[in-house]
């Protein structure tokens, strides 16, 4: 009757460490998922950082070609106020600008090969070289 008891007793405890084993292997099974999907959100995180990086390059890259073209458009401004007559000290002190500003636009800006045909936009085809500022007379 011992031995029964001793039997009983073993199966019991086997039971009991099966059970304990497949909750082991459970929460294993669970940890490992959700390892699984820390690393997917991880990389995804990467991913997204990546893409913003390049978007962030094009925007600027655009911004760079856009402020370029708005320069362009402002020196040619002054170019004309020059070609209208005012002295490049009226030019800078209408426009709040220093002298040298004015000076480094109508010398280096291209300009519209006529200023009748100028549009409010100027396409960068349009334009010519600037007339040297010794035939304007000085401020």
């Known amino acids: 009757m011992t031995e029964q008891r001793k039997s009983a007793k073993q199966t019991d405890a086997r039971r009991r460490a099966r059970d304990k084993a497949a909750k082991f292997r459970e929460l294993q099974d669970t ?6 999907d820390y690393f997917v959100a991880v990389d995804s995180v990467e991913d997204t ?3 913003t990086e ?5 925007l600027r890259e655009r911004a760079a070609k856009q402020t370029q073209v708005a ?4 020196d040619q401004v002054i170019v004309r106020m020059v070609e209208a007559g005012a002295s490049l ?5 209408r426009l709040g600008v220093t002298l040298r500003e004015v000076k480094k636009a109508s010398k280096g800006a291209p300009t519209p ?3 009748e045909d100028v549009p409010t936009s100027v396409d960068g085809d349009e ?4 007339p040297g500022e010794s035939e304007r007379p000085a401020a």
Request: hydrophobic share 35%.
């Open 31 to 36: 940890l490992e998922q959700l390892a699984t």
């Open 49 to 51: 950082n990546e893409e």
């Open 54 to 58: 390049r978007e962030i390059a094009r």
């Open 71 to 74: 320069r362009d458009n402002a």
């Open 89 to 93: 000290a009226e030019v800078a002190d």
């Open 113 to 115: 090969a006529r200023v």
């Open 127 to 130: 334009r010519s070289e600037t």
